[in-house]
């Protein structure tokens, strides 16, 4: 009976509760360490965060203040409008539909090899190269009909960013090869009134792409204009134009190399991908779903440059556009310096790579290695513009004085008001006669003057002799 009450009244009167053990002083200053520790980590964080913040405004600042477009979207406002009147690039169009690909029949067409100063065509190719030719002379003579008008606008929309569709650019280096084709036929007939007008059609066609604020549209121009000067290597080692046809391709080949068009280009660059840094949560899951669409070709994004809120807050992809606003405007400013001087953006662009590796910038780490060697490219294209107009005016000098100069001093000031620099070194021109003819030439990015021996076509990948850039003509009667 005790024992049942006992039990009635321990559950009737609550027990008072036990006496807690006060912490040990060892304990509570833990405590305080771990609070202190976390408030300095939050604050450290804050503090970073809003720094970070502030500087990418300052640069955004920057550009906008420049007059630069800042995203793909504003890219495309910022061009200037063309009226429809005045768009060459909507003839062209025509022109690119009227054209017969290099397939089928036509296969081998956009072989480089064809086009080599020394190959010999056999009959057989000379057939099908002037078959392919003549099938395509409507769409030459469209393109003709377009390059009549003042102004050139492709339709692109800038806001997809890196996968902006353009395909006007491989339709443009169709035409552009199918004309020198053309050229080289001229000259293998001996028509050395034709063939000039056909490479000066190349140059054309490549400017009209010089307001096309993107690498790839700079790098396809680099690429017809470099097509240009190997079509009049060739022809200038089958015969020879007047001396007003040298005169007019020479100074076409010199406009071509007037402007400096690679700053414009990295511009267009920056804006394109600095929303790729800002992506969505919608646009994270659609860059994963292609992802995981194997054998697809992936579908076009467009990039709103709105990033997920809690992405942008950690700070991770915000530090990434820092190095690479950073990035692209130094290398904007070194771009746009006198070469040999642009030069310096190669270590530049190497080095801040480099960087963006080792500080888990991902984006910057994955855009910027491609383009370290650009301006090397546009180096080497720069030379092969000097080394055509030059030649140009070494057939000038020969067709007034009867002889091949001496040396290039000899070309000035009658024929050249200054002898053109070396992009690499900033030296003239290198030139050296020979037995039937004459090389000029260039010591090309690695600085060596090899006397101006020439790359075999094509330079096999195991071949580790160095070369020049060269212009070589050989021709019985020099």
């Known amino acids: 009976m005790k024992t049942r009450v006992s039990d009635w009244l321990k559950k009737r009167i609550p027990l008072p509760p036990p006496k807690r053990t006060p912490a040990s002083p060892l304990v509570r200053t833990l405590r305080r360490l771990f ?28 550009i906008r203040a420049a007059g630069f477009p800042t995203s793909g979207a504003e890219l495309n406002a910022w061009r200037a409008t063309v009226p429809d009147a005045e768009n060459g690039a909507l003839v ?43 099938t395509n002379a409507p769409a030459l003579a469209k393109a003709r009909e377009a390059l009549m008008l003042p102004k050139f606008r492709y339709s692109v929309d800038f806001a997809y960013g890196p996968d902006a569709q353009m395909p006007h650019l491989s339709h443009l280096k169709e035409i552009a090869r199918i004309a020198a084709l053309k050229a080289a036929l001229d000259a293998e007939n001996g028509l050395s009134d034709r063939w000039p007008e056909e490479v000066d059609l190349q140059l054309r066609l490549a400017t009209t792409l010089d307001d096309e604020p993107t690498l790839i549209s700079h790098l396809v121009r680099l690429a017809m204009i470099r097509l240009a000067v190997r079509t009049t290597e060739r022809s200038l080692n089958r015969v020879t134009p007047n001396v007003q046809l040298c005169q007019k391709l020479q100074a076409a080949f010199t406009r071509a190399g007037e402007t400096n068009l690679l700053p414009l280009a990295l511009v267009g660059e920056r804006a394109m991908c600095i929303p790729v840094f800002r992506l969505s949560w919608a646009e994270i899951q659609s860059v994963s779903k292609d992802g995981e669409l194997e054998g697809q070709p992936r579908k076009p ?25 950073q990035t692209m405007e130094k290398s904007v400013s070194l771009a746009a310096l006198p070469f040999p001087a642009s030069l310096t953006l190669t270590n530049y662009l190497e080095a801040a790579s480099r960087a963006a590796q080792k500080n888990a910038c991902i984006l910057s780490g994955m855009l910027l290695p491609s383009l370290s060697r650009i301006v090397v490219r546009e180096a080497a294209t720069e030379a092969a513009i000097r080394l055509a107009a030059t030649a140009l005016t070494v057939e000038r000098f020969r067709a007034d004085r009867g002889r091949l100069p001496d040396n290039l001093s000899e070309l000035t000031p009658q024929f050249l008001d200054a002898l053109p620099p070396d992009p690499f070194d900033g030296a003239p021109l290198r030139y050296r ?17 090899d006397g101006g021996r020439e790359p075999p076509a094509p330079k096999k990948s195991t071949d580790t002799n160095s070369y020049d850039i060269t212009f070589l003509v050989e021709q019985p009667a020099l």
Do not use: C
Not at 41 to 58: P, Q
Not at 98 to 112: E, I, N, W, Y
Not at 125 to 130: D, G, M, Q, S
């Open 433 to 449: 006669r020979l037995t039937n003819g004459y090389v000029i030439y260039s010591i090309d990015a690695d600085g060596h003057d």
């Open 35 to 62: 609070l202190l520790f976390t408030l300095l980590v939050l604050g450290s964080f804050t503090l970073w965060r809003a720094l970070l913040a502030k500087e990418i405004s300052s640069r955004f600042a920057r």
């Open 301 to 325: 994004q467009r990039y709103s440059g709105k990033p997920m809120p809690f992405l942008w807050f950690t700070g991770f992809f915000e530090r990434d556009l820092d190095l690479f606003l």
């Open 92 to 134: 062209l169009t025509q022109a690119f539909a009227l054209a017969q690909a290099s397939t089928g029949r036509f296969k081998g067409m956009d072989d480089p090899d064809l086009l080599n100063r020394t190959n010999t065509w056999p009959a057989v190719t000379r057939a099908l190269v002037e078959d392919y030719v003549q």
